[in-house]
């Protein structure tokens, strides 16, 4: 039994500190959001809408300069100030902008982000464990290559949820008459400003390479616009 609290104290440690930052970035995100107004992505939202069969698609403003989209555990979407900034100065299309709610959608509609916590229990467990192994044999490194496992295992279960909200993303813009092209040419744009910018946009960092979803992109786009 006492072999195994080490695990307990890690797993209760890991879930306690989730719920604590769960719940500060939620507040935070409510207090600085507001509602999207513009008429133009209202209408495509509304065709989003009728394509998904619900009454609305809601889109919160989140007050932060950073270009992002995300989707909030409790179902709600968020696109930064920082992206709206990008259409309003007519730097990208109300289509474009339209494509990263439909991605975001797909995270929501796939259970990602509620899996997300399960994702984090498991990783603690995991790490506990190799830890316990590592740690035995190899003392000092034995974290380090603990750590770096469930990093390389974290990164892949999350470059396999942004594959699906892509693919989301992209049958909901067809099925809505919004198309893929919009979602595409976003890609590139926002592969531009990482370039220019010297460091990628937040919201590519937590993503995969660009140009392979532009690739899987135009597979489904060969596909089914035929
Ligand atoms: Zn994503």
């Known amino acids: 039994m006492l072999r195994f609290s080490p ?12 719920l604590f930052s769960a719940r500060k970035s939620k507040r935070d995100l409510s207090r600085n959001s507001t509602p999207l107004q513009d008429k133009a992505l209202n209408k495509l939202l509304s065709q989003m809408a009728e394509a998904l069969d619900i009454p609305r698609v809601k889109v919160m403003v989140y007050e932060i300069e950073m270009v992002n989209g995300l989707a909030a555990p409790d179902g709600r979407i968020f696109i930064t100030r920082g992206l709206l900034n990008k259409y309003i100065s007519g730097e990208i299309s109300s289509a474009e902008l339209a494509s990263v709610v439909a991605h975001e959608l ?3 509609a796939l259970g990602h982000s509620r899996r997300r916590l399960i994702d984090f229990g498991g990783q603690n467990l995991m790490r506990a464990l190799l830890m316990s192994v590592f740690g035995r044999y190899l003392p000092i490194i034995g974290g380090y290559i603990a750590n770096a496992i469930i990093q390389m295992m974290a990164a892949s279960l999350s470059r396999k949820d942004e594959y ?21 040419s976003m890609f590139r744009k926002l592969e531009s400003w990482g370039k220019a910018g010297g460091g990628a946009p937040a919201w590519l960092l937590s993503h995969p390479e660009t140009a392979l979803r532009i690739a ?6 060969a596909n089914w616009e035929i």
């Open 164 to 184: 699906e909200a892509d693919a989301y993303g992209a049958a909901l813009l067809l099925k809505s008459g919004i198309g893929l092209s919009a979602q595409i």
């Open 106 to 108: 797909g995270h929501i």
């Open 216 to 221: 899987e992109i135009e597979k489904l786009k």
């Open 7 to 18: 695990i307990l104290i890690a797993l209760v440690i890991g879930y306690v500190t989730y």
